[in-house]
T-cell receptor
């Protein structure tokens, strides 16, 4: 069965520093996608970055990058130059492309607090 | 602007009453989803629909019902059979295009409180 694990319930980071949020996954399907979402206190989920299982390079989107280590089944989110507005919950999610649905499986999230 | 709207943002109901949460999208997406989020928890899938007039149960469908009569709309009814209905409900949609990565776009959510 598919599973996403986020072992860090909460993290602190100083403004302007980089932070890594951990995510490990488990799937038996060779074709899958990994997503990171940000959830501010307002509640809306914001799509940040995507990594496909066959992508050769790590995904990057502005200050966000994904450290994809396929053999270790990890897909850590790296946020560079943290800003106060980065304070939020962050969720890792996975989609199994071998299945007939577009379902996402979510982890339990990591609460990031950026300190001035 | 394209997006997903959910109404209302806050909803209060008495125990034993059914309540319907609205979800509308103008992204022309084929697939729509309903999730439930409890405090400090991740999202759990209630129902999803990949096409009009078709929907499937997610992981926690008991006590909920949905309909998909129009592509743009996917309302969720929380019935009196749902034992713990107080939660934050999120609606999402995704494209069914073959070249899509199927990222899901979310609405702002409805916070339901049942007393």
């Amino acid at each position: 069965a598919q599973k996403i694990t986020q072992t860090q319930p909460g993290m602190f980071v100083q403004e302007k520093e980089a932070v890594t949020l951990d995510c490990t996954y488990d799937t038996s399907d060779p074709s899958y996608g990994l997503f990171w979402y940000k959830q501010p206190s307002s509640g809306e989920m914001i799509f940040l970055i995507y990594q496909g299982s066959y992508d050769q390079q790590n995904a990057t989107e502005g200050r966000y990058s994904l450290n994809f280590q396929k053999a270790r089944k990890s897909a850590n989110l790296v946020i560079s130059a943290s800003q106060l507005g980065d304070s939020a919950m962050y969720f890792c999610a996975m989609r199994d492309y071998g299945g007939a649905t577009n379902k996402l499986i979510f982890g339990t999230g990591t609460l990031l607090a950026v300190q001035p | 602007d394209g997006g997903i709207t959910q109404s209302p943002k806050y909803l209060f109901r008495k125990e034993g009453q059914n309540v319907t949460l609205s979800c509308e999208q103008n992204l022309n997406h084929d697939a729509m989803y309903w999730y439930r989020q409890d405090p400090g928890q991740g999202l759990r899938l209630i129902y999803y629909s990949q096409i009009v007039n078709d929907f499937q149960k997610g992981d926690i469908a008991e006590g909920y019902s949905v309909s998909r009569e129009k592509k743009e709309s996917f309302p969720l009814t929380v019935t009196s059979a749902q034992k713990n209905p107080t939660a934050f409900y999120l609606c999402a949609s995704s494209s069914g295009r073959a070249d899509s990565i199927y990222e899901q776009y979310f609405g702002p959510g409805t916070r339901l409180t049942v007393t």
